[in-house]
C-alpha cells in the first residue's frame, strides 16, 4: 500500500525546515538520509520538490532530527521559509548555511585593457531579502562601465560557487571552488572581451576573491607590472592554476 502524501503547503513548511536543521546543526544531507535509513537521492529530490514528500519521509525525518517538522508549522507559515532559502535554480541553500561567505573581497583577474597587468576590485556579497538568495556587487573598478552584479548560486552537489551574472539574457559566469583555509577563493571567470571596434570574443580567465579584513591598505584598480602589490596579487592569480583550482584545456 502505496504511503500518502503531504498536502502541498505542509510539504513545503517540512522541507523548509529540514533545510534549516542541515544549515544550523551543519549537518550533511548525506548523514542525515544515512540516519533517517532513506537514500540520498530521495532525499536531494524531496527537498528540492522533485518528488512528492511522503508521511513516512516525513516520520523517519523527524526520528532522525529529534523534532516535530509540524508543530514547527506556525512559525514558517508566517514567510521565514520564503525569506531565508534560495530558489531551486540557485541550489536551495538555506540562510544560516551561507552566512559565512558575506562579506567584503578584493577581487583579482588579468587586465583585459593593459598586457601583464591586473584587475584589482571590490566585490561584496550579502544576503538579498527580495530575491531570497545571496547576491554580489562590485565596485572601485577602474573599467567601471563592466562593473557586474548578480546571484550567488551554490548547489550541494559540487560544493563550488558561482557568480552569475544576466542581463537581458548576456550572461557571465565566475566559478569558484570552496575557500581555503585563509578564506581564498579560487576560480575561473568566462565572459567577453571587447576587441576592436563593436567585436566581442568569448574569453576565459583565471578569478580569485580573497577576504577584506581591514588589518592593511588595499590597492585597487589596475595594477601595473611596477605596483607595489604586483608581485602579491600575481602569486594569488598564478596559485589558481598552479595548485589545481582550475584547468584550462588545450587541443
Not at 561584496?124 to 572601485?140: H, K
Amino acid at each position: 500500500m502505496s504511503q500518502p502524501n503531504l498536502p502541498a503547503d505542509e510539504s513545503r513548511i517540512a522541507i523548509a525546515c529540514v533545510r534549516e536543521e542541515l544549515a544550523r546543526r551543519r549537518m550533511s544531507r548525506q548523514r542525515l538520509a544515512d540516519e533517517a535509513k532513506i537514500s540520498v537521492s530521495t532525499l536531494e529530490k524531496v527537498l528540492s520538490g522533485r518528488r512528492p514528500f511522503t508521511l513516512a519521509t516525513l516520520v523517519r525525518l523527524e526520528d532522525s532530527l529529534g523534532i516535530s517538522l509540524r508543530a514547527m508549522k506556525p512559525a514558517l507559515a508566517n514567510g521565514r521559509d520564503r525569506s531565508s532559502v534560495a530558489p531551486d535554480e540557485l541550489g536551495n541553500y538555506a540562510r544560516p548555511s551561507v552566512a559565512w561567505l558575506e562579506g567584503s573581497y578584493l577581487t583579482l583577474m588579468p587586465s583585459f585593457g593593459e598586457k601583464a597587468a591586473i584587475s584589482a576590485y571590490r566585490t561584496e556579497i550579502a544576503w538579498d531579502d527580495t530575491q531570497s538568495c545571496l547576491s554580489f556587487r562590485e565596485s572601485d573598478r577602474a573599467d567601471a562601465a563592466f562593473t557586474h552584479f548578480g546571484c550567488v548560486s551554490m548547489p550541494n552537489q559540487t560544493g563550488h560557487i558561482y557568480l552569475v551574472t544576466n542581463r537581458h539574457g548576456q550572461q557571465r559566469l565566475a566559478i569558484l571552488a570552496r575557500p581555503t583555509r585563509d578564506g581564498v577563493m579560487h576560480g575561473v571567470l568566462s565572459t567577453l572581451y571587447s576587441g576592436r571596434g563593436a567585436q566581442l570574443t568569448p574569453v576565459a580567465a583565471p578569478i580569485v576573491l580573497t577576504p577584506l579584513t581591514g588589518k592593511a591598505a588595499t590597492s585597487f584598480g589596475r595594477i601595473a607590472t611596477g605596483h607595489a602589490d604586483y608581485a602579491r596579487y600575481r602569486t594569488l592569480l598564478k596559485r589558481t592554476i598552479e595548485e589545481g583550482f582550475a584547468v584550462f584545456m588545450g587541443i
